[in-house]
């Protein structure tokens, strides 16, 4: 296997409504957005599933998942199924983002969102009732 390519990948969109998809099984990111800029883009009713034997740390857990460094960037990430994942659920890096997570579960997760430069100057992270297992 290669270890190469992104299940989606998201650069300078405006309206875009991922719904309703079983993620397994992504050589890298299971969705990304580019360093430009990403709005308006919701996430909702996802099941990304992490049991892999190609995970980069073959340990049978996903550690890639999501990755958001666009400017500026809108996101709404809700009631997504975020499982069999050791890291970056998402990975959010990059000023001017405002970035809403709304009822997902992560169950047997230990860290569930990476914020790199959290808390930065124009970047706000909404949480509501985001469940960890």
């Known amino acids: 296997m290669i270890f190469a390519g992104d299940a989606i990948a998201i650069a300078r969109a405006n309206l875009v409504w991922i719904d309703h998809n079983r993620f397994h099984n992504i050589g890298r990111q299971m969705i990304v957005g580019g360093f430009f ?10 099941d990304f599933d992490g049991s892999d034997v190609y995970s980069s740390y073959s340990n049978g857990k996903y550690y890639w998942n999501l990755l958001f460094l666009g400017v500026p960037e809108t996101i709404t990430i809700a009631n997504n199924y975020f499982h069999e994942i050791s890291g970056r659920a998402p990975h959010i890096d990059g000023a001017q983002a405002i970035i809403h997570l709304v009822n997902n579960y992560f169950p047997q997760h230990e860290c569930a969102t990476q914020l790199r430069s959290f808390p930065c100057s124009g970047c706000w992270i909404i949480w509501a009732s985001t469940r960890r297992g």
């Open 37 to 46: 800029p990403t709005t308006n883009i919701t996430l909702s009713w996802n």
